[in-house]
């Protein structure tokens, strides 16, 4: 059985929260409750905690704060936060605080209980605790099978898949100063090479190399390679740290480019609906690709725009629908579906309230246009 403990200021929405867990999910937890920040905090201090389920706005300690005193205390802990408030910087915050799920309140059974599942996944799958390894000859640099994970690092509260990952999340939001001082933080544990195996530094900088040139669609995949033959054959670590910085240089630059750059999210939601205006284009799906709430990036879109998004991909669509009607022999039912309309009598109805005719007759005029002007050429 696992540990979850519930944080909320509102005692109905902790009963409502231990009745989900309790209903879909028997015997799985022994459930704590807290009705503050302050209080759910010492109940970490005492307890071994495996989930947090916690409120953004509580007392004393909001649901970030409690979250990053606690990640100090169990770096282990799983998270999920819920929140009457659809707003960005809390969605960001609960990102890089490797959190599950974000949930708006009132809470929704299904997509509660599929953020709990995946938990419950993760926490099934933790390795046991790590067996001491048996010290090797000075020099044998040879990576035992059985050693997947970091060896101990003294000072150290969180492991290097733990910092990669937060690297990810760094470039995915766009972070260029949080990159920077992750990475630090990560090749910074490795100046004291002798508390390391050399194979381990080597795996964890190319680790690190993969996710940086992943992140920059400017380095062509080959200089990866290139760079991790490069790190494998350098005999110092201050040579293989140059190597590092020269790509997450490259990256925190383009970030900064980027950020700096006019309707950044706008601009890259306009093109995801570019290559995939054929597809079901709900506004849950644009929002998680720049990482934002559906409710902000609507929003957004709207001031930038001055239009809604909906209208955007609808006219896109049927300018895409026109581009098909006059140059291929499409059928209509084809071009619906290719311009992300399973309807075709749906398609047919857009199509003739944005160009006042139906997609038969807006050919079959094009048809008689083009024909007219072949017969006026001398």
């Known amino acids: 059985m696992f540990t979850a403990l519930i944080a909320d200021d509102e005692s109905t929405e902790r009963t409502a929260v231990a009745f989900l867990l309790e209903q879909h999910f028997p015997g799985r937890f022994h459930i704590f409750q807290a009705e503050n920040g302050k209080d759910a905090l010492a109940t970490v201090k005492e307890q071994r905690i495996d989930l947090l389920l916690s409120d953004i706005e509580m007392p004393f300690l909001n649901g970030i704060e409690l979250a990053k005193e606690s990640r100090k205390l169990q770096p282990d802990i ?7 408030y659809d707003n960005f910087e809390y969605v960001q915050s609960a990102l890089l605080l490797r959190a599950v799920n974000y949930v708006l309140k009132p809470l929704e059974p299904g997509q509660f209980c599929a953020a709990i599942q995946e938990i419950l996944s993760r926490l099934e799958q933790r390795p046991p ?8 000859p000075a020099g044998d640099l040879t990576l035992l099978p059985e050693e997947s994970g970091e060896p101990p690092a003294e000072g150290s509260d969180v492991s290097a898949p733990v910092l990669l990952r937060r690297i990810e999340l760094a470039i995915q939001l766009k972070q260029p100063i949080q990159l920077s001082e992750l990475a630090e933080e990560l090749l910074g544990r490795y100046l004291d090479t ?5 194979v381990y530094i080597r795996h964890v900088v190319a680790d690190l190399l993969q996710i940086l040139i992943d992140g920059n669609p400017d380095v062509p995949d080959s200089e990866f390679e290139k760079a991790a033959e490069e790190v494998y054959a350098l005999r110092y670590f201050s040579d293989i740290r140059n190597v590092v910085q020269k790509y997450l240089d490259i990256l925190v630059g383009e970030l900064h480019r980027e950020m700096d750059g006019p309707n950044f999210s706008i601009n890259r939601v306009k093109q995801y609906i570019s290559q995939h205006y054929g ?3 709900t506004l849950a799906t644009l929002a998680d690709h720049v990482y934002l709430s559906p409710n902000y990036l609507s929003n957004m879109f709207t001031k930038v725009t001055g239009t809604s998004l909906n209208r955007y991909i609808r ?5 895409k629908a026109r581009e098909l009607l006059v140059n291929t022999g499409m059928k209509i039912s084809d071009v619906s579906q290719a311009v992300g309309y399973p309807s075709t009598s749906y398609f047919i109805k857009h199509f ?8 038969v007759a807006f050919r079959q005029q094009h048809t008689m246009q083009s024909e007219d002007q072949g017969s006026e050429t001398p």
């Not at 006219?315 to 300018?319: D, W």
């Open 194 to 198: 002798g508390s390391y195996s050399h």
């Open 78 to 84: 799983e998270l999920l936060f819920f929140s009457g």
């Open 279 to 281: 597809e079901d284009l």
């Open 129 to 136: 605790e790590e067996q001491q390894i048996e010290e090797r």
């Open 315 to 319: 006219q896109f669509r049927m300018e």
């Open 352 to 359: 003739q309230q944005m160009y006042g005719m139906t997609p």
